[in-house]
């Protein structure tokens, strides 16, 4: 494992996690009206300065590169997406978040491909001894012909062969690739889905080459410790307490987040792991609880240990539904207005409690490494109080579910530093 001095930017890092084909408008499934070249990706950069005041600190930017639609099945992960943009747009937009000082981590699809890939296509053209055919998961012996293993059942998504030398290599010159343009690390996409010795064969050269990369893996279930232990990531996604959050609102039983954060005590023992109550696959926070469940949910990320992201439009109080079909994913990830001043000011109250909630936790830095005890556990209330890794600082949280529901954050001291409604 690396010294953790190599990392510790990520301690003082809130996530913006933008899909940059929804946010700029760029078309998903049709793209027979999107010839030529765009340069929508430019768009991003009029919204740097809103994600700047808003009081996040790095851009988790989803997929960009060039792909057959909704940006997870790849055709070539050394080009930008056109429907985005060239490369040199790109370059600009790395340049004007690194001049704010924003941090840019990219998605990384290397479970998978999408079906179109070249590289695939060629593969099954010209038989297993061709120059790509170790790269993909092909059987070969299939009946009616080579078929290749696809990804979770979708067909569109074709496996690469992880044990073979030829995808250890592209994987690590993609890695590598974007790490020399200046990035600061990557999400791995569906990173529980390829065993973690791969990881841990692909990760270390890359941190001999860039110490400060910094490496999340998208892990839902299963044992995180022991995936992080064994891929050498430095953090997985917390699925399990965005459920604990959510659910324990809605169903009014706290209870459910109490023992989520005991598990995510133990979780601390061993890493950071990176926080969340909204993303690009899961229905919006305020479809599921409401704009003040919404805002409850957040004011919990806010307090607890952890690296968190905050999905955009989220701190708008932005509304959508997950559905499974074709354009399930629409709903949730959004156009967003060509500039901030686009934005509608139903969504203003919602903004201030996230930047209030994100500036009470980058004046209390420690936050990231801390854990939780619980004072009060009833189903509709709870009191909990999180404590720094030296023991020396805490603050104490109390939320209520009663009425439109209430959260007050006090200091150790007792002085409120954040109440809703208004203290």
């Known amino acids: 494992m690396r010294s953790e001095a190599n990392v510790n930017w990520v301690d003082n890092t809130i996530w913006w996690h933008l899909y940059p084909l929804g946010f700029v408008g760029a078309p998903i499934r049709d ?4 010839e030529g070249e765009s340069h929508r990706l430019l768009q991003v ?5 809103y994600a700047t005041q808003l009081g996040v600190s790095g851009i988790l930017f989803g997929p960009l590169f060039l792909s057959s639609s909704h940006g997870y099945d790849t055709l070539d992960q050394f080009t930008i997406d056109p429907r985005l943009g060239t490369e040199e747009d790109f370059d600009l937009l790395l340049a004007e978040c690194k001049k704010r000082g924003l941090r840019v981590l990219l998605d990384g699809v290397f479970s998978h491909v999408g079906s179109q890939n070249p590289q695939v296509l060629a593969a099954l053209a010209e038989g ?14 299939a009946s009616g012909g080579p078929q290749p ?14 044990a073979s030398p030829a995808a250890q290599t592209y994987v690590s010159e993609v890695i590598n690739h ?5 990035i600061d690390g990557w999400r791995l996409d569906a990173a ?8 841990a064969k692909i990760l270390p050269a890359a941190r001999e080459a860039y110490p400060d990369a910094w490496f999340l893996g998208e892990v839902i279930h299963g044992d995180y410790v022991e995936f992080v232990e ?3 990531v430095d953090s997985v996604t917390q699925y399990e307490l965005w459920k604990a959050i959510w659910s324990s609102i809605l169903d009014e039983n706290f209870f459910e987040l109490d023992w989520g954060l005991k598990r995510h005590n133990d979780f601390l023992e061993h890493f ?10 899961v229905t919006r926070i305020a479809s599921t609880l409401g704009a003040n469940g919404a805002v409850i949910a957040f004011a919990i990320l806010m307090t607890v240990g952890g690296i968190p992201s905050v999905y955009y439009g989220d701190e708008q109080g932005f509304t959508g539904i997950k559905e499974e079909n074709v354009a399930g994913d629409d709903a949730i990830r959004p156009r967003m207005p060509e500039t901030p001043d686009g934005l509608l000011g139903f969504g203003k109250a919602t903004l201030e409690s996230h930047k209030a909630l994100i500036a009470l936790r980058r004046r209390n830095p420690w936050l990231v490494r801390a854990t939780t005890e619980p004072v009060l556990v009833e189903h509709t209330r709870y009191v909990y109080r999180t404590i720094s890794e030296d023991g020396r600082r805490h603050i104490e949280t109390a939320i209520s579910l009663e009425g439109a529901g209430s959260v007050v954050i006090r200091d150790q001291d007792g002085v409120i530093l954040w109440g809703k409604p208004t203290i």
């Not at 950069?45 to 300065?49: A, E, K, N, Q």
């Not at 297993?128 to 012996?141: C, G, M, T, V």
């Not at 529980?192 to 990881?199: H, I, N």
């Open 272 to 281: 950071v792991p990176n926080t969340f109550v909204g993303n690009h696959d």
């Open 45 to 49: 950069i009029d919204w740097l300065d």
């Open 128 to 141: 297993p001894d061709s120059p790509d055919a170790d790269l993909f998961d092909i059987d070969w012996d």
């Open 31 to 34: 793209q027979g009206g999107d």
């Open 149 to 162: 293993r696809v990804f979770e059942g979708h067909g569109s998504l074709v496996r690469l062969n992880h």
């Open 230 to 232: 064994e891929s050498t």
């Open 178 to 182: 974007w790490l020399g343009k200046g």
């Open 192 to 199: 529980y889905s390829v065993a973690p010795w791969f990881w």
